[in-house]
Each structure stands twice: as C-alpha cells, then as structure tokens.
C-alpha cells in the first residue's frame, strides 16, 4: 500500500472504517480497513495475520493496522467499528479491561494519541459491509449475505 499523504488541513480528518474476523471464534484473524485522506483519497487494508486470536483481538488489530499507514502528524483522526468492546475499551477510561489484550489496547491508546482530536465510534454492523468484507477476505471467505430487511406490515384499518 502506497503511503497516504501526509498534508493535512485545519479541520480534515482521516477517517478508517475497520473491522476484525476469526475463524473460528477464537481462531485465525482477518483484519480489514478502509481509509479515507483528508484529502479523499480512499485506501484499503485486508490481511490476515499469523497468530490466533478472538474476534476482539482481530478488530484491535485492525485499527493498529490502519494507524499505522497514517503519517505521524496531528491531525484529527475518527476511528468506526461496529465492535461495541472496542469502542468503549479505547474511549472510556474506566472501562473494565481485558486482561488478556491489554497491552494492545495500551498501544493502541499510545497511537491514538498522535491525532488530534481522536474520535473511536461504534456504528451498526449494517454500515460497516466494506471493512467487514476486507477481513474476512483475508481469510479466504465471501463477503456476509445483506441482512433481511424487516418486513413493514400495513395495518388495515
């Protein structure tokens, strides 16, 4: 992967969609990424790694992964994952922590720290398709099927 630009104007954020699969659960991790620049620029991150892991462990790496093709600066960085564990590991200071991978989270804490601000959000899996397509793509699989629709029934009146 090319490295992104490191220009950033006031007010532009990089912005990485990421998401982690392991098969089975735990098992093998597929990371997955999109960055956006602040210049638009659109890049992608889909690898597999070479240790076993939980589903967790594979979307913090994911992040690590993604902070790490960003170029050292202070600009604003806005971080999404439909992993709820993630999200409040990173940005709550009290969160209870996972004993375990607590380590990577301090390091990935430390990376986050190099932005300014550093936004960590969770969104719905729905809105995550293209990361989550990424890792499991590292790992040889389709992407999921869409989910169904929920069926709105009409009331007769």
């Known amino acids: 992967m090319p490295a992104p630009s490191s ?8 912005v990485i969609h990421c998401d982690g699969s392991a098969l089975p659960n735990p098992g093998r991790m597929g990371l997955g990424a999109v960055i956006v620049a602040p210049d638009g620029t659109k890049q992608t991150l889909s690898q ?3 240790t076993v892991g939980c589903n967790n462990e594979a979307e913090l790496r994911a992040v690590m992964a993604a ?7 202070g600009c604003a960085v806005e971080v999404y994952s439909d992993n ?3 999200v409040s590991q990173l940005m709550q200071a009290h969160a209870r922590p996972i004993a375990r991978l607590a380590p990577l989270f301090d390091e990935a804490r430390e990376m986050l720290a190099r932005f300014d601000p550093c936004i960590v959000r ?3 899996r729905h809105r995550n398709t293209e990361a989550d397509a990424l890792a499991r793509s590292a790992l040889g699989l389709p992407p999921k099927p869409p989910s169904p629709s929920l069926k709105r029934h009409r009331h007769k009146r």
């Open 122 to 124: 969770w969104l719905p």
């Open 7 to 14: 220009d950033c104007q006031p007010g532009a954020a990089w």
């Open 84 to 86: 709820s564990v993630l």
């Open 48 to 50: 597999a790694t070479h």
């Open 67 to 73: 902070l790490r093709t960003l170029p050292a600066t």
